[in-house]
């Protein structure tokens, strides 16, 4: 699976949108993009996903460049419950399931 | 639907104690998945289950630490001679069928070995 780099740490102010970077230079063509995140001391959650085409949820959109070579997810209005750590991770949809957690970013709502 | 449910929550053990943790899939979902998370460090992939089979052990301990997913009931993951070092949160997550592995995780359970 291909490896992530992601910025260990953000701020961003409550009630603005929270823009978090990933670059995932080595992913392959059958290779989803993943984020999750962990709020501190809680399971990790389940935020987004997506092949090629951008995504939107209840929580969060995911905007993947058109090379696949990086991504950012967006927050489009952070709340002090969205301080977390926030992991991108890259997967293949077939048989390798295990989640690989690299260090992730560390974002920081500010009031 | 209730989540992924792991218990107990706290759990102390002496060393040389067993510890053992269970773990209740979503309903439908046939795959479990155990990892580890050491204190200030992040999480580690330990063993992929599926109903009676384990299907990847790679990031399991080859001593004292084992799992399974019988057919009925919870997923266990057993820890045998508990050391200091085995101090951690451990965290189930479970996912349904394929295409997409979304897998959703429990509370976890916090190891303390005294």
């Known amino acids: 699976d291909a490896k992530t780099t992601q910025p260990p740490s953000m701020d961003c102010a409550e009630g603005r949108a929270a823009n978090l970077p990933c670059n995932h230079s080595?992913?392959?063509?059958?290779?989803?993009v993943y984020w999750y995140r962990q709020i501190h001391s809680q399971g990790p959650q389940y935020i987004i996903h997506g092949l090629k085409n951008n995504e939107t949820n209840e929580m969060a959109s995911l905007i993947i460049t058109e090379d696949r070579k990086s991504s950012t997810l967006i927050l489009p209005h952070a709340t002090l419950r969205d301080t977390a750590v926030y992991y991108c991770?890259?997967?293949?949809?077939?048989?390798?399931?295990?989640?690989?957690w690299g260090l992730g970013t560390s974002l920081a709502v500010n009031p | 639907n209730a989540g992924v449910m792991q218990n107990p929550r706290h759990l102390v053990r002496r060393r040389g104690q067993e510890a053992r943790l269970r773990c209740s899939p979503m309903k439908g979902h046939s795959h479990v998945y155990w990892y580890r998370q050491l204190p200030e460090e992040g999480l580690k992939f330990m063993v992929y289950?599926?109903?009676?089979?384990?299907?990847?052990e790679s990031g399991m301990p080859k001593e004292r630490f084992s799992a399974e997913f019988p057919k009925e009931g919870p997923s266990i993951l057993r820890i045998q001679q508990v050391v200091r070092g085995d101090s951690a949160a451990y965290f189930c997550?479970?996912?349904?069928?394929?295409?997409?592995?979304?897998?959703?995780f429990g509370a976890g359970t916090r190891l303390s070995v005294l």
């Open positions: 289950l599926q109903k009676e089979n384990i299907i990847d």
């Open positions: 997550a479970s996912s349904p069928p394929l295409p997409f592995n979304i897998q959703y």
């Open positions: 991770i890259v997967l293949n949809a077939g048989n390798n399931r295990k989640l690989i």
């Open positions: 080595t992913i392959s063509g059958n290779e989803y």
